[in-house]
């Protein structure tokens, strides 16, 4: 990282801003305040660029000596991960990414976001749109720079194309044909190269991604509705609807955004569910049923549909011929060894994995969503409150299975957010 030196200097009280002071930069004589821990330098031109402290000597001035890295590019990166979020759906299984391209003076002259699987990468579309302004510029990107043939040519043959001289990247690129290679081979063409800006967040966007290379597994969402009492059904089964219709609309659009949709045997035998996307999104989800003893009914939407949208079926090894007449009909069955427990959470998503899906909406029924909590297989909560109560012991909780026995032994969930959504309330978090 490349350090520059500032000198608090002749912090007069018309130059204080509410947290900030303002400081001398020798020889070029620019002065720049502190706030909320960036500081803000007018070089001689008369631009404001933004600088990162990354320590200063005192916390008090006049005096101090503030060393700060020069420039900082986190507003820029941060724009760049919002394009980079635009890619979400459309992308899979690469990650999303985007970019921003400065010319020489600090000037956004181009930008860009990796749009559909397969086609060109983030970079590409940033100097496309930037051009020749490009050159002796710098090029802000969430995601290390690819360097190898994939569905499209090294994104580190266009940075060295566009004549960028730095480049600044949230984080390294951990997919093994990548993995360090992309910074290595732009510093070893001359190219000054910071990995780490927003890297928190960098992480965050693409989590299912980083997981999915980490441990061969999808990211799970666990998606239920319930009342304000607690409960994801009547005593007799029935949920139809708990939610109203602006919840259900986002449930909609998530499922446009996943690889699966599961389900346990429960959910279809009591709510003969379609589980599409509707209207369709960006992908078209699997749907997938687990049912060890291999009951499932002989007319469901789920069955009658399954030409058009893909099902996979698994269920006990010995019990697929109770299935014959789903796979006729053109549902995958897969038959997994088992106990008398139900079937293993993790070997059902190894297989996800396996196909490269990136994102697994679970939804329901409580025995499934026990099942995957009990595994610790779960990493993103969607549940939707609705003003209502329906009462009875009997009524279904929204997660069974085995559960902990101390409290302390509890899922923590992280980033936990409560937003109206129509009468309900959307509460949202991820495993910690
Ligand atoms: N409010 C909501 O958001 C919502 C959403 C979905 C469902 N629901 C309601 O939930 C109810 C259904 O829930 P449920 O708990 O009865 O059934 P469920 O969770 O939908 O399905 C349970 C079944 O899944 C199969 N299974 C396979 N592997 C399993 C494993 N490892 N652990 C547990 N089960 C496994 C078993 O089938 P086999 O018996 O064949 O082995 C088991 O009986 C319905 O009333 C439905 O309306 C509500």
Redesign the pocket.
Known sequence: MRLKTLVVAAAGRSFFAPGGAFVLRPGRKPWAFLLQGRCHAQNPFNRLTTHRVVRTESETFPGSEWIVDAPDYEPQMRHALSLAARGRGWVEPNPMVGAVVLDPDGQAVGEGWHQKFGEPHAEVHAFVQAGERAKGGTLVVTLEPCCHWGKTPPCTDAVLRSGVRRVVTAMADPFPRVAGGGVQLLRTAGLEVDVGLCEPEARQLNAAYLKLLRTGRPWVHL????TLDG????R?????W??GEVSRRTVHDLRGRVDAIL?????????D?LLTARPPGPRIPARV????????PDRCQLRATAREFPVIV???AG?EPKLAGWAADGCEVIPLP?GD?????DA?LAELGRRRMTHVLV??????????L??RAADEFHV?VAPKLSGGAAG?T?V??NGVARMSESLPLAGFTATPSGEDVYLHGYRV
């Open positions: 998606k239920w509705a319930m409960k994801l059904a009547t007799t089964g029935d949920s139809k708990i939610s389900v346990g045997r429960g959910t279809v035998v009591t709510d569910p049923v687990l049912t060890r003893s291999g009951e499932l698994w269920t006990a019990n088992t427990a139900g079937l293993s959470v059902v939804e329901g029924g409580a025995a499934i969503h026990g099942a995957f009990d595994a939707f279904l929204p069974g299975g």
